[in-house]
């Protein structure tokens, strides 16, 4: 196993999957009980990502290249030399790295400068594994889900700082709001959605350093046989208001509700009362 230090030199070689075998074993046998590293991989990892979707690589027209390189080199009272910078910039390797970098830089600065609305897309085809394609019991498809979500398979189409800009997100492509519960101490919200024989559904996740919270929520129009069900007695809970509690196979604590529009099955690896805490303040529904 690796310590922090080696786990840093290899991040970069981790996020682009060019580490050898046995560096990739220390390094994540490294982060499973490292928060803070792993912390680091997944921020370097979802800021690469947000580069390879926006970045774009142009040709520098030749005046202004050399004009900007004799001014630089001018300013620092160093001699230019035209021929051998006109063949760095114009390579082919020298050009994307250069890019990268730039950007690199550039979202470093956005992070610390604007945290609060700090938005990484990943790419388009990224979508939680188990998504829904016939009847299948609720509880159970967001038991499974949550297990995507530990194992690193659940790859959020946005992910944010602000649990707002999440909501917004969700709002704009499923079609309907979902209050979500702010967690102040969450160091990242993701959001995606995806269709259940064509409606819409929603996956949420909060990650607190070993902690998670993946919210499942769907249109209640579409709880019954044809598409997604629930225990009669968890009906009955949430018909009245109030939260209907249960553990999954794994131990992780499931808690359900539902408006007269849409139901949410939250499930979480920490205390019950810890996940009331989160989401009492946004449910509007009786413990």
């Known amino acids: 196993m690796v310590d922090c230090r080696e786990s840093r030199e290899l991040m970069s070689g981790a996020v682009d999957n060019q580490l050898l075998k046995n560096e990739s074993q220390g390094f994540y046998e490294h982060i499973e009980?490292?928060?803070?590293?792993k912390d680091e991989f997944d921020l370097e990892r979802l800021t690469k990502?947000?580069?390879r979707r926006k970045i774009t690589l142009v040709d520098v027209p030749y005046d202004l290249e050399q004009a900007i390189m004799a001014q630089l080199f001018a300013e620092g009272g160093l001699e230019f030399n035209p021929g051998f910078f006109t063949q760095l910039f114009s390579s082919s390797i020298f050009q994307p790295m250069m890019a990268v970098a730039v950007v690199l830089v550039l979202a470093v600065v956005l992070f610390f400068a604007n945290k609060p609305n700090l938005i990484i897309p990943t790419f388009p085809g990224e979508q939680l594994a188990a998504v829904v394609t016939s009847q299948q019991d609720g509880l159970s498809l967001a038991e499974n889900n949550?297990?995507?979500v530990l194992s690193?398979?659940?790859?959020?189409?946005?992910?944010?700082?602000?649990?707002?800009?999440v909501a917004s997100f969700l709002r704009q492509n499923a079609g309907y709001s979902i209050p979500l519960p702010a967690?102040?101490?969450a160091?990242?919200?993701g959001g995606s959605v995806s269709s259940q024989n064509g409606n819409k559904v929603t996956h949420v996740v909060y990650k607190m350093g070993e902690e998670y919270i993946y919210i499942y929520s769907f249109p209640r129009q579409i709880m019954n046989a044809k598409n997604i069900s629930l225990p009669q007695n968890c009906i009955d809970t949430?018909?009245?208001?109030?939260?209907?509690?249960?553990e999954d196979s794994d131990g992780d604590i499931q808690a359900v509700w539902s408006t007269d529009d849409y139901v949410c099955i939250a499930t979480a690896n920490l205390e019950k009362k810890n996940l009331v805490a989160y989401l009492k303040t946004e449910t509007g529904v009786k413990q």
């Open 238 to 246: 949430i018909t009245k208001s109030e939260w209907y509690w249960t």
């Open 187 to 189: 160091d990242w919200v």
């Open 152 to 165: 690193g398979k659940f790859k959020p189409q946005v992910t944010a700082i602000a649990t707002a800009d």
């Open 183 to 185: 967690v102040p101490s």
């Open 146 to 148: 949550f297990q995507d």
């Open 49 to 51: 990502a947000y580069i």
């Open 33 to 37: 009980i490292c928060g803070s590293c």
